[in-house]
Every structure is written in structure tokens, then in C-alpha cells.
T-cell receptor
Framework: DAGVTQSPTHLIKTRGQQVTLRCSPK?????VSWYQQALGQGPQFIFQ???????QRGNFPDRFSGHQFPNYSSELNVNALLLGDSALYLC??????????????FGPGTRLLVL | DAKTTQPTSMDCAEGRAANLPCNHS???????VYWYRQIHSQGPQYIIH???NNETNEMASLIITEDRKSSTLILPHATLRDTAVYYC?????????????FGQGTILTVHP
């Protein structure tokens, strides 16, 4: 049973560029959440997707957008990259069903460096 | 979600039990206590969660005080591979929204 997978593992971009990160949820999961983790900090919630719609969003600007596909996989897009967007981007999946089905399981992350 | 307080760092000898405390004095009745850990440069790993009863799984035990204002994560026989940042998180379960709010966590170092 595959866990949460993310691609690419590492990425280098320059300021002003756009980037797309991808996530495949754990088998059987239908909800995907994205987090940003700056160096030395805990992960910060960006947004969550369920049924192909964004249903909760953290304190991130509109430059951060996402998408969820019918197969539950998801993309995170960041436009007009800033140096401060350099971070580890984490995807977590969960099952939106039942009281204990909402535990989030994380992927290995994509490390983005903006130069 | 309620705020948690954890020690910045802790040490433990290999083979001994590691007891990681967490204070969550403002926890609400419908908030669960979750523990995750993050080994350097990897994604956070789910460990265990509970509401008010003590919980045990193959990784750890979770002890929650009767008033639910604090909890302790116990790794019964710590190994070098348990060296990681441990995050204690409280969140409402049973709603449609699933944001996890991470603090700074506790850096656990297991020594030979």
C-alpha cells in the first residue's frame, strides 16, 4: 500500500517564476492538505482540498493556489515566486469519513529553493 | 485549536524510556491530542492520538491526565532512530475541517 507521494523531491526556481508541485494521496484517502515548512519552523497550513474544492485556507496570499483532480491527487501552484517561498512543501492526505478517519498522513515533501 | 506548550529539547539514553510532556491547559472537550514526529528533512510521521483515555500502539503510549490539561508521549525503549522533533497538537475531530497547527515541538536526542 503506497503512502503519500510527492514530486519533484527538489526544485530550484528564480524570483518571479511559477512552480507546480504534485501530490498523490495514500490509497483510499480523499482529502489533501498542503503545508509549508520554513527552515527551523514547524509546518504551516496552506489549504485543504476535498471533493475538488478548497474548503479551508490558512494565512497565505492568493499567489498560492491549488487543484484537486477526480482521482484525489492534487497540485500546489505558486506564482510570482519570492525568496521567502523557499521551504519544504508538505502534502498530507486523510479520509473524510468517520470520527477517526481524519488522521493526516504526510508525504516526504518537496524542497523548493528560490534564487 | 488549543495552544500547546512543549519543552524545547530533551535527551534520552538508548534503550531507556523517553517521556515527552505536553501542556494544553485550554483544551476543549471535543479536541483530541495528536502526536507527530519529524526526522530531519522528512515529512512528519503520525504517532498516536487520543481524547481522554490512555492509548497505546506499536510505536508509543499516550497518557492523558484526568483533567486533560496535559499529556505525555512515552517511547518505551528509545533507539537512535527515534531522534527527531516531536510535535504535540490538539485539534477538533468530527468536523469537516482538518487543519493541523504545529508549534515548535520538542527536539528529542537519543544518545548511545
Amino acid at each position: 500500500d503506497a503512502g503519500v507521494t510527492q514530486s519533484p523531491t527538489h526544485l530550484i526556481k528564480t524570483r518571479g517564476q511559477q512552480v507546480t508541485l504534485r501530490c498523490s494521496p495514500k490509497s483510499g484517502h480523499d482529502t489533501v492538505s498542503w503545508y509549508q515548512q520554513a527552515l527551523g519552523q514547524g509546518p504551516q497550513f496552506i489549504f485543504q482540498y476535498y471533493e475538488e474544492e478548497e474548503r479551508q485556507r490558512g494565512n497565505f496570499p492568493d499567489r498560492f493556489s491549488g487543484h484537486q483532480f477526480p482521482n484525489y491527487s492534487s497540485e500546489l501552484n505558486v506564482n510570482a515566486l519570492l525568496l521567502g517561498d523557499s521551504a519544504l512543501y508538505l502534502c498530507a492526505s486523510s479520509l473524510d469519513r468517520g470520527l477517526f478517519g481524519k488522521t493526516q498522513y504526510f508525504g516526504p515533501g518537496t524542497r523548493l529553493l528560490v534564487l | 485549536d488549543a495552544k500547546t506548550t512543549q519543552p524545547t529539547s530533551m535527551d534520552c539514553a538508548e534503550g531507556r524510556a523517553a517521556n515527552l510532556p505536553c501542556n494544553h491547559s485550554t483544551i476543549s472537550g471535543n479536541e483530541y491530542v495528536y502526536w507527530y514526529r519529524q526526522i530531519h528533512s522528512q515529512g512528519p510521521q503520525y504517532i498516536i492520538h487520543g481524547l481522554k483515555n490512555n492509548e497505546t500502539n506499536e510505536m508509543a503510549s499516550l497518557i492523558i491526565t484526568e483533567d486533560r490539561k496535559s499529556s505525555t508521549l512515552i517511547l518505551p525503549h528509545a533507539t537512535l532512530r527515534d531522534t527527531a522533533v516531536y510535535y504535540c497538537i490538539v485539534r477538533v475531530v468530527g468536523t469537516s475541517y482538518g487543519k493541523l497547527t504545529f508549534g515548535q515541538g520538542t527536539i528529542l536526542t537519543v544518545h548511545p
